[in-house]
């Protein structure tokens, strides 16, 4: 069978991308980083105009430390929700997310 549909194009399923936020925010209480931003990549994927994966997604790419990550997670968040209730807070974080690179080792006071 020859494959014609795009595999990079999945179908819109906004149940198992509600449940897919679910599972990652189970992982996230464990402290599971990596399980939990497959599920939010995943939840992005089923359903790409929700906003609280990304949010989430920036969470978790935070506490991992990769900052870049998260603050682009972040932005895609803002992006979606534009009228989000914290966004003066997750625009204070971007910034000091971009203002802490990870191959920045002269951190000064």
Not at 54 to 64: F, I, M, N, V
């Amino acid at each position: 069978m020859p494959a014609d549909t795009a595999p990079e194009q999945p179908a819109w399923d906004p149940l198992h991308a509600n449940k897919d936020v679910e599972v990652g925010i189970f992982y996230m209480k464990k402290g599971e980083w990596d399980a939990a931003i497959d599920r939010f990549q995943e939840a992005g994927k089923l359903q790409p105009g929700l906003a609280k994966p990304y949010e989430l997604l920036g969470e978790s790419y935070e506490k991992k430390g990769q900052n870049a990550d998260a603050a682009a997670a972040y932005r895609k968040y803002l992006k979606l929700y534009s009228d989000a209730p914290d966004r003066d807070k997750i625009r204070k974080r971007i910034e000091k997310l971009d203002s802490h690179t990870p191959h920045d080792a002269s951190n000064r006071s």
